[in-house]
């Protein structure tokens, strides 16, 4: 049988991507492999957000290039191709960076991989239109993919921050419709998912054409999603502050599968550094949007992103993202150096921040955030709450799932409760997991 080998990098609207890749190779006749020695065709679905991230690739596929080498002295053929936003962005350059690359194909043109591979075999091919016909018309049903899953709802963004690449690799915004979502969904909860994660890049600007007639807002639709009988959590990421619409915060208070975390990234929180990036909102209005969110929802999580080291960012734009950290405090969050991305207006400005510089504050932005993470987690220990329960624990007799707040929990707790909606007390903190006790042996205990 074949083998395919997918590696995805960056984030959860790739791991979609990579997981339907994996299925159009499944209906060829292609089995998936976790080893890269015996595939036959070998997938990376790259990233190109930051600079890193796209030079990765470059490394990976300077590794790839030796394994084909030494597969093909075996007598045994390898396809090499590069998908995902680096190939969006740098299409037929990546062929004559990387001599051992057969296929380039953008996220819009997947759904053509058999017919791309076959025509490899004559000649190296790129494939990075926006098509007009949907991919999501050509893909096959998705196999089972455990208990919890994403579902992209939207894809690409209009909102051109003036560091980032994603209107360019992604396009504009397009919504598919409520019912091509639903029906995803319905087979979704079919197969056993409980937990469904409906992404975009900018999912909260979802407008998609609804079932009845008109235009389904993302509360609109995460409605209809919460009726399919086995679905018992939603969440959706990721988010523009101003893209929070009055009936989405609602749905906070009001839609009780909607899980009680939200990842809303602020980038700055100073106004001079903030309108340099064209986010189009001050630090107060961020502060004033969280207030309301609270209001909706008490026990929100809230999570963000952070970017250090725009150009023109000073001790004082950056002291304004560390007091906004601290009055809003995050429960999770992610952090970037800044990095200069190409044909981005950011890109031009000559006012780059040192790079020492950059990493102190990216040091210290996370020592705080970090601070923030670990109270919240000891926070935890002593509450009475629920996990979904996704797979196996670290250990033997062990389950592992993760409460309505996202925090991971390892429980004592037999196999068979996998997939179901475990109470539990949380017990114990550790480092990067917490430790729990099912509520009847908590009882039993006692
Ligand atoms: N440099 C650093 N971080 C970036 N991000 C996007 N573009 C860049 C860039 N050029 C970060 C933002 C965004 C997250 C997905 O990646 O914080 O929210
Ligand atoms: Fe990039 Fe801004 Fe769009 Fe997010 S909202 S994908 S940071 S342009």
Do not use: W
């Amino acid at each position: 049988m074949k083998k395919a080998f997918v590696k995805s990098y960056g984030c959860q609207m790739n791991a979609y991507d990579a997981a339907r890749m994996a299925d159009v190779l499944g209906k060829e006749g292609y089995a998936a492999t976790e080893r890269v020695e015996e595939a036959d065709v070998v997938i990376l679905n790259t990233c190109h957000i930051r600079e890193k991230a796209a030079e990765k690739v470059y490394s990976e596929l300077g590794r790839l290039r030796v394994l084909k080498g030494e597969r093909q002295a075996e007598g045994r053929d390898t396809r090499i191709v590069v998908a995902g936003c680096v190939a969006q962005a740098e299409g037929a350059e990546i062929l004559s960076r990387a001599p051992a690359v057969d296929v380039v194909v953008g996220p819009q043109s997947y759904h053509r991989l058999p017919d791309l591979l076959a025509r490899s075999r004559e000649t190296r091919v790129v494939d990075t239109d926006f098509p007009a016909d949907d991919k999501f018309d050509h893909l096959p049903a998705r196999r089972n993919r455990g208990v919890s899953a994403f579902l992209t709802v939207q894809e690409g963004c209009d909102k051109f921050c003036s560091f980032c690449v994603v209107p360019y690799t992604r396009g504009a915004e397009v919504s598919r419709s409520v019912p091509a979502i639903l029906t995803e969904a319905r087979a979704l909860a079919e197969g056993g998912v409980r937990e469904l994660t409906l992404i975009g890049q900018n999912v909260n600007a979802y407008h998609g054409p609804a079932e009845a007639g008109g235009t389904a807002s993302l509360a609109d639709l995460m409605r209809a999603v919460a009726a399919i009988p086995g679905i018992a959590r939603i969440r959706y990421t990721t988010s523009h502050p101003n893209d929070m619409g009055e009936d989405l915060i609602q749905a906070h208070a009001e839609l009780p599968a909607l899980m009680p975390y939200l990842h809303l990234p602020v980038q700055s929180g100073s106004d001079r550094i903030l309108a340099a990036m064209n986010r189009r909102h001050t630090a107060d209005a961020y502060r004033r949007l969280i207030d309301r969110l609270r209001g909706a929802r008490p026990d929100l999580a809230l999570s963000s992103d952070f970017i250090v080291g725009f150009p023109g960012e000073t001790d004082a734009d950056f002291e304004g993202t560390m007091r906004l950290v601290a009055e809003i405090g995050f429960e999770s969050a992610f952090s970037f150096k800044y990095s200069p991305r190409p044909g981005t207006p950011a890109a031009e400005r000559e006012d780059a921040v040192p790079e020492d510089v950059k990493s102190a504050r990216l040091s210290a932005l996370q020592a705080a955030l970090d601070r923030r993470r670990h109270a919240y987690q000891e926070e935890a220990v002593g509450q009475v709450t629920e996990i979904l329960v996704e797979k196996a624990g670290r250990h033997p007799g062990q389950v592992a799932g993760k409460t309505p707040h996202m925090l991971a929990v390892q429980v004592d707790a037999p196999a068979s409760t996998i997939g179901g909606l475990l109470p539990v007390r949380i017990v114990e903190a550790g480092t990067n997991s917490l430790f729990g006790q099912t509520l009847t042996s908590t009882a039993a205990a006692a």
